[in-house]
């Protein structure tokens, strides 16, 4: 029986969202529209307050811990998840910027962490369920060799890291590498699971947006010449916003998508079209 005062909706279906950042939080408050929400973040104070503002503007949405980093946290979301609903969608944001983190936490949460949880979410995906993994333009504009796709092959092994610094040497590590390896592995990955999570009639998608007008991303403009570079070359002439970002989160979780799968959706303004030609 309904609560009375209560936003609560146990006749939507759910939205599982993953990182209760700008981009995070925009997502979540989008899909409040038509789902209940579980918004879950490393911080759960954190998801916790952006849950309860959501409350009160009359959104079914729920907090939840969870580090993407730790295969134990991980199947404990997804125990939780099943135990309490299932889910329709799931969508991965929690992700770091090459200023904000080591290479070895980037490959980690980046790309370990968001294949730690499409495995944990296949099995109980339901029929027309989908995960949908934040990725980046970056990943456009990486090209690994042979023997780095061999290892990205395996994105969950412990050694993931490791393996790859071993490969491309300590010294190129330091230099911001670990972030467009990282998003190029997910698209990679996204597109080898298309047939897993197609015989659970449900899909997974990527979705690579371009320079994003968030606070994450203010701090990394101000840090990053090839940044600037690109927002100057960028056709439309501005950042996205992340309500668009999270109105294309909505879109491909809905049946208007029900044949997008095992693909990337580039959201860039034009900015890697316009690169190609220079």
């Given at each position: ?155 969950t092994t412990p050694d993931l890291a490791n393996r790859l610094e071993a ?112």
């Open positions: 029986m309904h609560r009375i005062g209560s936003s609560e909706r146990p006749d939507l279906q759910r939205a599982i969202v993953i990182g209760a950042g700008g981009l995070g939080t925009a997502i979540a408050r989008r899909m409040a529209l038509s789902y209940r929400v579980l918004l879950v973040d490393i911080d759960g104070a954190k998801a916790e307050m952006e849950a309860e503002r959501m409350r009160t503007e009359g959104c079914d949405v729920k907090a939840a811990v969870c580090d993407v980093r730790s295969p134990q946290s991980v199947a404990d979301l997804a125990d939780h998840v099943a135990g309490s609903g299932g889910f329709h969608a799931v969508v991965q944001v929690a992700g770091l910027a090459p200023a904000t983190g080591s290479f070895h936490q980037i490959i980690e949460v980046n790309l370990r962490g968001a294949a730690l949880v499409a495995h944990a979410f296949r099995p109980m995906a339901p029929q027309g369920g989908v995960a949908i993994l934040i990725s980046s333009l970056g990943a456009h504009r990486y090209f690994p060799t042979p023997e780095m796709i061999e290892i990205l092959r395996e994105p490969l491309i040497g300590a010294e190129a590590a330091k230099t911001g590498v670990g972030y467009p390896i990282s998003k190029w592995g997910m698209n990679f990955f996204v597109r080898r699971q298309a047939a897993a999570w197609g015989e659970r009639d449900a899909r997974i998608v990527s979705l690579s947006p371009g320079m994003i007008a968030t606070p994450m991303g203010a701090r990394e403009f101000e840090r990053s010449e090839i940044k600037r570079q690109n927002y100057a070359k960028t056709p439309l002439k501005r950042e996205c916003t992340m309500l668009e970002i999270a109105d294309v989160v909505e879109f491909l979780a809905s049946p208007r998508a029900s044949f997008i799968t095992g693909t990337d959706l580039l959201v860039d303004g034009g900015v890697t079209a316009a690169l190609l030609e220079t």
